[in-house]
């Protein structure tokens, strides 16, 4: 099982519209979620900030995230929640979200 | 099952040290995290963010936690760790680590 860490901002005026959206989000997504074996997967917020932890529990992750890439809904959802996030400075070519890098972990 | 998902700053030249110190973390440290029913604990770094996620188990999360700082080892070690961070503006009083709020969670 593999561990990820992710970080991004949402920018302020976004928080009630980005929290009503996944309060409701679409049963679309969270099947393709758990369809590429994301597990146990939580966002949290504070002051723009926006942190990610999932675990991931496939054998091919690169795989696996590039179906949900090419997920015809996904990219539905992730049309509608970009424009309220705003990647952070100094995060790597291509990313959105930001990987974290995990400094602790005890079971 | 409480999860918690918590957030501070790390001063940049720190890393090294806060990483070094977590690779050789005291085992007493991780005993009493354990033994005050902390679980799937983790943090992220990145760019002088610090990210913690974790999971409580116990029945009275208010009283582990006060048995926790209560530990004089704890103590010791909350003595090295708290002058590498730098908690972050707009967390509540008495806050060190500053709980975020959970926007989404899917099993």
Redesign the interface.
Known sequence: MM?L?Q?IGLKKENLEK??KY?SE?WPEI?SM??ECN??????????G???A?MEYVGEDFEADMAKMAADPKTQEWWDIMKPLQEP???RKDGEWW??????????
Chains 1, 2 share one sequence.
């Open positions: 561990r860490g970080l980005y929290k996944h989000i969270t979620i758990s994301i597990r146990n997967y939580s966002i949290y917020h504070f002051n900030l926006l942190f932890y952070v400075d100094g930001t990987d974290m890098e995990e400094v602790f972990h005890q079971e």
